[in-house]
C-alpha cells in the first residue's frame, strides 16, 4: 500500500514537471524569421559641368578659335559692311587721300561671308603679328608690297592666289567695293592658323577714375566716326561719315569698349595707282591715348615691345585698364590729331551765384 502511494506520487510530480517546462516553452517569444536582403539601387551623380569659356579677344563666352583677318573696305561706297557686327576686334586704319579702310579679325565665330573685300596696307604687317601667323584673306596690293606679305609670318590667301569659289563678286554691288570672301572654306586652307590668345588685355570691372561720356567723334582727313554712348545696350553706337554706321544685316555697329591709339604716322615707300602715297602706322612702341567704356573715357598709354608682343594699356599710374566684355574696335589715328569729347553738362550747383537767387530782405519780414 506505502508503495502504491510513492508510485503514485512520484507519476504526479512527473507530469507536473512536464506541464510546467511545457507552460514555459509556450510563453517564449517565436523567432522571427530573417527577411531577404534588400538590394539599393543608387544612381552616380553626374561631374560638374566644366566651367565656361571665354575668348581671349572678346571676353565673352565662347572658344577661341583659329584667327582670320580680312581687310574690308570704308568708304561710303563699301557700306553696309558685311559680318563686320560679327568681328571680334576691328581696327580702323588712315589710308591713302586721308580715308580709312577696316582690318577686321574674327576667332570666336567665322561668318559664311565677309566684305567687301579690298587690297592690305603696310601697316598690316606689323598690326597682326600679335595675333601671330593668321589667315589673312585680301583682294592684292600694291606690287612692290607683295614680296612684303609672301614673306610676313601670315597664311597668305589673298584674292588673286585663291579659286574664284573663295572669293565671289556680288552682282548687287559695284566693283571694287562687291568682292565677298567664303571665309570658312578659306579658314580651311590655313590649317596652322594662330588660335586665338591673349594679345595685351584682359577683361573686368571699369577702373575708377574715369570721366562721364556722351560721344566722342574721331576724325581723318577725309572720313569721320562719331560713337554715342548707348546705356541701354551697353556699347558705343556708331556713325559713319555722319550716318548711322549700320551693318549689312541691319545691326547698328558699336563696341563694348572703343580704343583710340594715336601713333606715329608717317609716309611709306608705297602708294596707290593714282600717286598717293601710303602712310605707315607705327603700331610696335609706345604712345598714349583712350580708353572708353561704361559711359566713361580714360586717358590712358599703350606699348608693344615687339612684333609678337600684344599692345598693353594703363593708367598714368601704371595700373592695367581692364576692356569690357563684347566687340572692341581699335581706331588708329596720328598722335598729332585728337578726338572730340562730347561730356554730359554739370549739375546745377546748390549754391546761389546770382543776387536772384537770394531771399530779399523784404520777403523775410
Known amino acids: 500500500m506505502k508503495l502504491a502511494q510513492t508510485t503514485y506520487r512520484g507519476l504526479l510530480f512527473s507530469a507536473l514537471t512536464a506541464s510546467l517546462a511545457l507552460a514555459a516553452c509556450s510563453s517564449n517569444p517565436p523567432t522571427p524569421v530573417a527577411s531577404p536582403t534588400q538590394t539599393v539601387s543608387t544612381t552616380p551623380t553626374p561631374p560638374p559641368p566644366p566651367p ?3 575668348n581671349s579677344l572678346n571676353g565673352m563666352i565662347a572658344p577661341d578659335g583659329p584667327v582670320l583677318a580680312v581687310k574690308i573696305d570704308d568708304t561710303d561706297a563699301g557700306h553696309p559692311q558685311i559680318s563686320v557686327d560679327q568681328a571680334d576686334v576691328v581696327y580702323v586704319e588712315q589710308v591713302e587721300g586721308g580715308l580709312t579702310r577696316l582690318a577686321v579679325i574674327f576667332s570666336s565665330k567665322i561668318p ?3 566684305g567687301p573685300v579690298r587690297s592690305a596696307r603696310i601697316s598690316d604687317i606689323d598690326l597682326l603679328a600679335q595675333y601671330g601667323k593668321v589667315a589673312f584673306a585680301y583682294s ?5 608690297m607683295l614680296p612684303v606679305i609672301a614673306a610676313a609670318n601670315l597664311f597668305n590667301l589673298g584674292a588673286e592666289l585663291e579659286s574664284a569659289a573663295l572669293y565671289q563678286r556680288d552682282s548687287s554691288r559695284y566693283a571694287p567695293t562687291n568682292l565677298l570672301v567664303n571665309a570658312p572654306q578659306l579658314l580651311a586652307k590655313a590649317p596652322g592658323a594662330a588660335i586665338s590668345h591673349n594679345v595685351g588685355w584682359t577683361f573686368g570691372d571699369a577702373p575708377v577714375g574715369g570721366q562721364l561720356l556722351n560721344s566722342v567723334s574721331v576724325t581723318y582727313p577725309a572720313s569721320s566716326y562719331k560713337a554715342t554712348w548707348s546705356d541701354t545696350e551697353k556699347r558705343w553706337l556708331l556713325d559713319h561719315d555722319r550716318r548711322p554706321d549700320v551693318a ?3 545691326l547698328r555697329l558699336g563696341p563694348a569698349t572703343l580704343v583710340i591709339q594715336q601713333v606715329l604716322m608717317h609716309a611709306s615707300p608705297y602708294g ?3 600717286g598717293n602715297n ?5 603700331t610696335v612702341g609706345s604712345g598714349t591715348g583712350w580708353i572708353l567704356r561704361d559711359g566713361m573715357s580714360y586717358a590712358a598709354t599703350w606699348t608693344r615691345k615687339s612684333l609678337s608682343d600684344g599692345t598693353h594699356w594703363r593708367l598714368a599710374d601704371g595700373t592695367e585698364i581692364k576692356f569690357a566684355p563684347g566687340p572692341i574696335w581699335v581706331f588708329l589715328t596720328d598722335r598729332t590729331r585728337s578726338p572730340i569729347f562730347s561730356r554730359p553738362a554739370p549739375p546745377p550747383s546748390a ?3 546770382s543776387p536772384s537767387a537770394t531771399p530779399s530782405s523784404s520777403a523775410t519780414k
Do not use: F, K, N, V
Open 351 to 353: 549754391t546761389p551765384t
Open 112 to 114: 559664311a561671308q565677309i
Open 140 to 144: 592684292g596690293a600694291q606690287t612692290r
Open 272 to 274: 596707290d595707282h593714282l
Open 278 to 282: 601710303t602712310p605707315m602706322s607705327e
Open 248 to 250: 549689312a544685316s541691319g
Open 52 to 54: 565656361p569659356h571665354y
